[in-house]
């Protein structure tokens, strides 16, 4: 999908030299995969705390880290 955006240059900079993207495109790409899995893991750290009888196994966790 194609979006025009204006991102403050310092900030994009910063992105580009954290992830080693070759292009800004992959370097935002990249940091907005990393925030998807940042709110997935607080959704999931949520849901743990909700829960008493929580009774996943490491392997499923696992699983579902690797699913996102």
Known sequence: MRTTLDIDDHLLEEIVKKTN??????AVENALAEYL?????????NLVGNYQDFDLSLKELEDMRNDS
Not at 21 to 26: E, G, L, P
């Open 37 to 45: 899995i940042i709110k997935k893991r607080e959704e999931l750290a």
């Open 21 to 26: 993207a070759r292009s800004k495109k992959k």
